[in-house]
């Protein structure tokens, strides 16, 4: 099997330079590339030409595009005559760090402990975008070739909704065209369950401000005759989601598509832990959508979640005001279906119907982006399979995830192309919150499977 | 009539010398004693030794009582002979000063603008509070003596619910003893109408924090199945009040003391333009319960206002997650009748009872005072009449008032004293909120009518 030796090659060489990339990694994750706060602009611009110079250094001919907000970084190896062509999609901007105090080691100190590296954008998504840099680079260092052609974008606005990239893809249509895209955004199914990832949820995201008094009023003289912002939002708020879990913005179930009797079965027959999941999130129990299974109200109904919420005084002891103004940052997962678009525009309009008098209501439309479902029967999916299973040694499972990335709609639509969600990370590495970490193992199965992947897709 | 020499003599004093009480004023107002913030109780101790030193250079004898918290400056002049005793009640701490970002000018540096002094306790109440002190001041100057003796009693723990007040009365009740209490702590009606306060508004202050997952979430991969607890804490508190205004605690009004038909018709009686209350306010309609008045919401009736609420990210942008924790801070003003005790039990019980699956609910108790109604008819109020018309040349209309001043009500309680409430302030001073300020020319009249209160209770 002539064929059997350039991967084998490959694979010997990954193994062999595990530590140097840890150490690589840590140097990305450095880099405190947090998109959505701007004094952090310059960092994440720092972190674009970090993956540049990667890029550049594996043999690829790489650019950075700049778009209306932060850069793209955009590199091709074409040398593949008739095979296919994947296109590599990854993000180098992060989260906010904050709250800061609940961090064990600083979030831009990369740290390892207990075979885990600790640091804001570990897993999302500088570690599980790395893995597809050093493999291609491993190809290229083993056998000097690769199997495929392999095109890479790597974003840095996707923590804050992507807004300048469907431009950019609309614009570079032509170049970006492809067979299949390959993004690792996601998790494994479980701790040594890998898994594919075909259907994920949408988002819209908005912030309502309400402003009552032009300023702060004391409680006492003013308490009862003017309407509170605080008490208001609250109101407001509370109406949201009944309590059955079903959010009552009309109109926001319309047009879901729901799970095939098929799809309940299947995530059914998947291990779940229900005391575990509580004990790993700190709660006594779970809590959702009634009607539906933990594993469906995470990855296939739709969610109205506050994100943030403040108004008044904030510090120790009691402070007697009438605030003069209150602010909540609300998102929404959306399932198959759902029109981000048409479901801002019900949400606004459905709190501007409870605006009471003497508040004036502000309303910020953040982002929004449809679900993704992809086509599980593929030749695609089965080398996606073929790939996880030679590095993380099982088949993986066929899974929804709860999470949105955007761009997978934007490939379907502009570049007419599936998406693999190939996750090597976990739901436990805290990606979001404080002490976010990546499994080093993780880190290198991930790294193995991607070598593979090339090898699957090109055969 | 020989005894009208004296009291001319004090005012001729008091308007020779009011440049000079202005700049002591600001001295005062320098100190940035805001007794919520723990970091700032070494400046409240230097404005209680501020305290200390004027009331000894008045001739006064002055100690400086420790308690468990903030000390209590006690002075007494008591050499007139068969005289009755007055006891001055002030307070030298101040609210914290934030929103800091909307005063015109620091609330620490005290500055004369359009015949205003702007800081913070500019009225509340270290200017009012020094009124008293330097009319005694001036009486001694002027004439050697006072008409009758008088105590001071001033506090620097009012802004956090006065908490080792009590003790301290308590242990103290002997030498405290008087006929009358004098407290300048509320406001005037209206500009140019000074007023007389026979009624104060009770408080309950309280903290809720709801406890979700031990941290932070991504809303992608959570979202749905997990109580949010940003949104729970939002559906309690949005059921705190109806749409008519009322509060929904269970009992809340059981024992509410209803205004009486001649008092409805005295405020009624009373001017009130509600189209500049609003523009005064910035908001373009009043609110609160059905079925009453502006005033009498804020004078006479119960209220639940949150005064600050905060969970998740607050920081620009959007952030997509479960936050780990909410937290409100919640007063209600109370009405003759109501027990801030059994209130404050039974909000946490309606809290509690509404406290979802897989949240820990903390309650905190921060302070409670009932609210007071006094006596109008006594011969203390005709001179608190007669001490108003002389400083501020018109006579006073008699009032409620929708602030808390729980030291009334200890006062009739330990000490077995009426309490007269003479503000030289206004409601547009801003008090609790920024660019609180006090008109000059109110400084001056208040200081007036402290000196004639002296004559008058005397006689």
Chains 1, 2 share one sequence.
């Not at 060489?13 to 004094?39: C, G, K, M, N």
């Not at 800061?100 to 599980?128: H, M, S």
């Not at 570049?415 to 193992?441: A, C, K, S, Y």
């Amino acid at each position: 099997m002539p064929n059997a030796l350039p991967i084998q090659a490959v694979l010997q060489h990954l193994d062999d330079t595990s530590e140097t990339r840890v150490t690589e990694l840590q140097e990305f994750l450095r880099i405190p590339s947090v998109s959505a706060v701007s004094s952090h602009h310059n960092d994440c611009r720092t972190a674009a030409q970090w993956v540049h110079d990667q890029l550049t250094a594996c043999g690829f001919a790489t650019e950075t595009v700049e778009t209306d907000g932060l850069p793209v970084i955009y590199a091709e190896w074409l040398k593949a005559e008739g095979a296919p062509t994947a296109l590599v999609y990854g993000h180098y901007d992060v989260q906010p760090p904050d709250p800061l105090d609940e961090w064990t080691t600083p979030p831009f100190e990369p740290t390892i402990r207990d075979g885990c590296l600790y640091a804001r954008g570990a897993t999302d998504d500088k570690g599980q975008l790395f893995t597809h840099i050093k493999s291609v680079a491993a190809w290229l260092k083993a056998t000097g070739e690769l199997p495929i052609n392999v095109k890479f974008v790597i974003e840095g606005e996707e923590e804050v909704g992507s807004n300048n990239l469907e431009t950019f893809l609309e614009t570079q249509k032509d170049r970006l065209a492809c067979d299949i895209a390959v993004i690792s955004d996601t998790a494994q199914y479980g701790d040594g369950i890998p898994a594919i990832t075909y259907g994920l949820r949408g988002i819209l995201a908005v912030e309502v401000t309400l402003h009552g008094p032009k300023q702060d009023l004391h409680s006492g003289v003013f308490g009862g005759a003017v309407t509170n912002p605080v008490n208001a939002l609250a109101k407001m708020l509370g109406t949201l989601i009944d309590d059955n879990g079903r959010i009552q913005v009309p109109g926001f179930y319309d047009d879901v598509i729901p799970l095939t009797n098929e799809e309940r079965e299947a995530f059914a027959a998947l291990p779940f832990n229900e005391q575990k999941f509580c004990q790993s999130l700190g709660i006594d129990a779970v809590a959702g959508e009634a009607g539906y299974t933990t594993l469906e109200r995470r990855w296939a109904r739709p969610t109205c979640d506050i994100n943030g919420l403040y108004g008044g005084y904030q510090g120790e002891g009691p402070k007697t005001i009438v605030p003069a103004k209150a602010t909540a940052k609300i998102t929404c997962r959306l399932v198959p279906g759902q029109d981000p678009h048409k479901l801002t525009q019900a949400l606004e309009q459905f709190l501007r119907d409870q605006c009471p008098p003497g508040i004036r209501l502000k309303f910020t439309d953040f982002h929004g982006a449809p679900a993704v479902l992809c086509d599980t029967s593929s030749p695609y999916m089965a080398a996606a399979r073929l790939a996880l299973e030679t590095g993380f040694g099982q088949a993986p499972v066929m899974i929804r995830e709860g999470g949105s990335i955007p761009v997978v709609g934007s490939f379907k639509q502009i570049l007419g192309v599936d998406t693999l969600l190939l996750g090597w990370g976990r739901n436990t590495d805290n990606l979001h919150g404080p002490n976010e970490h990546f499994h080093l193992e993780d880190f290198h199965h991930g790294t193995l499977a991607s070598a593979q992947l090339w090898a699957a897709l090109g055969s």
